[in-house]
């Protein structure tokens, strides 16, 4: 077969070759060791938990060596294309503060080289130049095999239990003669073009893996589909060009993309280049019912970044926990290292787990009430009143109405001036419902009350001697002295010398007053509440709690 007339029979238009793109992509002038990752979403509307873990893996190793992280949009299979989604692909990942370098929609290293076009789709003419060369060496060949025509394949190769695929003697077109080619092509007969695999049944490949160690699988044996009948290629195909071209020096994907390396490593082969490195990440687990499972996207909203935002989670907190999963030494090294910036963590692949990731939201919660409570409060502010402004804009009238006061409601709870920070605060939705006992407009007080004696008569002595300038030690004061006239015990010592001899102890007497005030049980410091609430507002709060317990 003349391989040059058929390259030409399929690809007239292709005038450039493999030459001419290496030429205008050339290797990147980066330090030593500087590494060139990337993030490859499909545009599916859907980037998810497991996307950013990846993502935030290749850009730590990226920006800690001095490389390169791109985005680049895995458009090639059209139909699960959903409008929009490239925004909320870059909307993510400038929430989580993952700053990509090049990429689409923005080359934000102006003035350098660009590898792009970043998007898949409009690098057709490149692929198919890559192809073209493929034809020439006899690398590469036309299949005309309908849908039908693989599907009936298959079902003789799962009745005889043989490899399913397209490959030796299954493989229909591999020698179609040139006129053959010829006649269906003029007969406008649809193709697409496959790998003429030189692999062999029974080979295996051993590579190493950045993250799973030394791994051995079979060879591929399987002429591969690279370029689609409209001349868009598969993503095997245009992986290995792609990052290629766009000089990748690690692949770090989801650990779904394992079974396709040696598929990929042929690629490689045939088309004469480089192979990156390759960094598969293990898969998300979560425990349920004692049982390890995989997150899955129809049952756990935890999957969908859509999740922490909507729930007003730090990005920082998210950040954080994720590097805490990704790398065994991270939490450590934040303990010791308080106030560093995070970026300076020594992140490393080798330190990645590889088997069944845990994601724990408790743990991200505790991550991210120690994180809220060291921040400044006006970070914490700011923070919370736009995420209100986006979810809960009704309630912003009634919550930062008085900015002065919501400023010190902010102090209290985060422990400001305190002797020791509080962390009273994981969340903007855990605040929103945390703080609303402070707005009479919306208080609905569920109220925590146990069974004390002489409840009403307390909360009415405290009504009654209550004065607003009373400064903390006086009201105190007070509270024993009320404590006294009831039978509760104003002395700690006392009451836990003798219990019985009491009918509680001045916690409990303050206990009903918080009660009474907050409908909670546990708030933070309640002169500072009564403070910040005003006197008439605690009178009306009083005289609701009395009438609730049926005065
Ligand atoms: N488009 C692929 C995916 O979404 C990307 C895999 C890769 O990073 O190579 O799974």
Sequence with gaps: MDFEKLAELLFPDIKNTPDHYENLYPARELPDKAEVTRIGPSPTGFIHLGNLYSAMAGERLAHRSGGVFYLRIEDTDNKRKVEGAVESVISSLDYFNIKFDEGAEVDRQAGKTSYGPFYQRQRAEIYQTFVKD????GLAYPCFCSEDDINAIREVQTEQKLDIGYYGKWAKCRDLTFEEIESRIKNGDPYSMRLRSAGQPGNTIKFKDEIMGEITLPENIM??????????????????????????????????????????????????????????????????????????????????????????YHPEAVRVYLLTILNSNFEEWYQKNQGVPIEEFKFSLNKMGVSGILFDLLKLDDISGTLISNMEREEVYDYFYK???????????????????????MDLCMGIGQKRRRKDFINCIQMYDFLSYFFDEIFAPVYEFEKYEDMTAIIEEFKNTYD????????????????????????????????EGYKGNVSHVAEIIRVALTGKKNTPDLWTIMQILGNDSCMTRLDKALSYLGK
């Design 468 to 499: 607003y300038n009373d400064d903390a030690s006086t009201w105190f004061s007070k509270l024993k002295l009320i404590a006294d006239k009831f039978g509760y015990a104003s002395d700690m010592k006392a009451y836990k010398q003798d219990p």
């Design 387 to 409: 995420w209100m402004n986006e979810y809960k804009p009704e309630s912003v009238p009634v919550y930062f109405a008085d900015p002065e006061k919501m400023g010190k409601i």
């Design 134 to 137: 493929l034809v020439k060496k």
């Design 223 to 312: 002429d591969v589909v690279i370029l689609k009948s409209d001349g868009i290629p598969t993503y095997h195909f245009a992986h290995a060009v792609d990052d290629h071209l766009m000089r990748t020096t690690t692949v770090i994907r989801g650990c779904e993309w394992l079974p396709s390396v040696p598929t990929h490593v042929e690629l490689f082969n045939v088309l004469g280049f480089r192979r990156p490195k390759y960094a598969h990440t293990a898969q998300l687990m979560k425990i349920e019912d004692g049982k390890k499972r995989k997150l899955s996207k129809r049952k756990d909203p935890e999957l969908s970044l859509g999740y922490y935002r909507e729930l007003g």
